[in-house]
């Protein structure tokens, strides 16, 4: 089993940054990537953004360029790095990780999610 805590969300206004950190533990050796997946009142979970051991990345052609994925030394805390924040950013965020790399990426591990607000 896998665990995944996410922190950094909260408030924020258009234009400003949020920076969105997840710390896996756990049995953790089988997970080749780790990313973050978003759910909007009223829309369907959709991929943010990923990344895998290769530091081989993918995004959401919605956040590309104002949104960054990375990972510490240890790959066991991955990081969304959050620019230029829009209203459409608003939504619960979680934490994913996956045994295959980006380009097969298919989250099996959750997070409890947390809530990004974008709002004046």
């Known amino acids: 089993q896998v665990q995944l805590v996410e922190s950094g969300g909260g408030l924020a206004q258009p234009g400003g940054s949020l920076r969105l950190s997840c710390a896996a533990s756990?049995?953790?050796?089988?997970?080749?990537?780790m990313g973050w997946s978003r759910q909007a009142a009223g829309k369907q979970r959709e991929l943010v953004a990923a990344?895998?051991?290769?530091?081989?990345?993918t995004y959401a052609d919605s956040v590309k360029g104002r949104f960054t994925i990375s990972r510490d030394n240890a790959e066991n805390t991955v990081h969304l790095q959050m620019n230029s924040l829009k209203a459409d950013d608003t939504a619960v965020y979680y934490c994913?990780?996956?045994?295959?790399?980006?380009?097969?990426?298919?989250?099996?591990?959750w997070g409890q999610g947390t809530q990004v607000t974008v709002s004046s």
């Open positions: 990344i895998d051991s290769g530091a081989t990345t």
């Open positions: 756990g049995g953790i050796s089988r997970i080749n990537a």
């Open positions: 994913t990780a996956s045994y295959y790399s980006v380009s097969s990426f298919f989250p099996v591990y």
